[in-house]
């Protein structure tokens, strides 16, 4: 079973930037789509992006135009660049199979959003 280890995550001020990075023990080349989930305190997980194999992208409505997903298969690494951050955007964020989160779920990495 593939592990995820997800990193990136930090505090930064509204409107500031951060790239979270996924780096799975196992190949993800057979996984055809991955995605970056988040989880808010008191709130359900959120699938929030994906990507395809072939590339072919994804997001939720709240971070269309401000996060960009991508993956590198032959890193077996898959990254999250979040610009203009809101304090909204404060979960942990965890990376796992972009349908159904059928792999092992990582710790994930925390974002904190505030002045």
């Known amino acids: 079973q593939v592990q995820l280890v997800e990193s990136g995550g930090d505090l930064v001020q509204p409107g500031g930037s951060l790239r979270l990075s996924c780096v799975a023990s196992?190949?993800?080349?057979?996984?055809?789509?991955m995605g970056w989930y988040r989880q808010a305190p008191g709130k359900q997980r959120e699938l929030v992006a994906s990507?395809?194999?072939?590339?072919?992208?994804t997001y939720a409505d709240s971070v269309k135009g401000r996060f960009t997903i991508s993956r590198d298969n032959a890193k077996d690494t898959v990254y999250l660049q979040m610009n203009s951050l809101k304090p909204e955007d404060t979960a942990v964020y965890y990376c796992?199979?972009?349908?159904?989160?059928?792999?092992?779920w990582g710790q994930g990495t925390q974002v904190t959003v505030s002045s």
């Open positions: 796992n199979e972009g349908t159904k989160g059928l792999l092992n």
């Open positions: 196992g190949s993800i080349f057979r996984i055809y789509v």
């Open positions: 990507i395809t194999l072939p590339g072919r992208t």
